[in-house]
């Protein structure tokens, strides 16, 4: 798969194709061959047939990034992080071990002190 050029991508859930916009997305959750993909103003998330690995190829590096094997996250939506986890509303996303130094530079070059 390339990389999105646009700002949205198609993706094949319960047997039709259905168009995502890149700016609506907060988070990705990995359920083995499946991902949830979470929306702004959405209750329920889309739950596509897709792996994390060929969605974090498709996705554009400067607005998404992969915080743990299961989650891949907006960068410009993460609004709060404690105790190594991002928060979003009531679900806390792990920052795990491996993609923290990616996450933590991240937030480097984001932070003013």
């Known amino acids: ?5 646009t700002n949205c991508i198609y993706v094949k859930s319960d047997y039709r194709l259905i168009q995502i916009q890149l700016g609506s997305i907060l988070y990705i959750e990995s359920l083995k061959d499946y991902l949830k ?5 959405e209750s329920q998330p889309i739950v596509a047939h897709i792996t994390m690995k060929a969605m974090e190829e498709m ?14 996250v907006r960068k410009d939506k993460i609004k709060v992080v404690e105790h190594n986890r991002i928060v979003f509303d009531k679900t806390h996303i792990p920052i795990s071990d491996s993609y923290k130094e990616i996450f933590q530079d991240f937030l480097d070059k984001q932070t003013l002190i």
């Open 59 to 72: 996705l554009p590096a400067d607005l998404f990034m992969r915080v743990h094997r299961s989650f891949i």
């Open 1 to 5: 798969m390339s990389k999105v050029s």
């Open 37 to 41: 993909i979470y929306m702004e103003g």
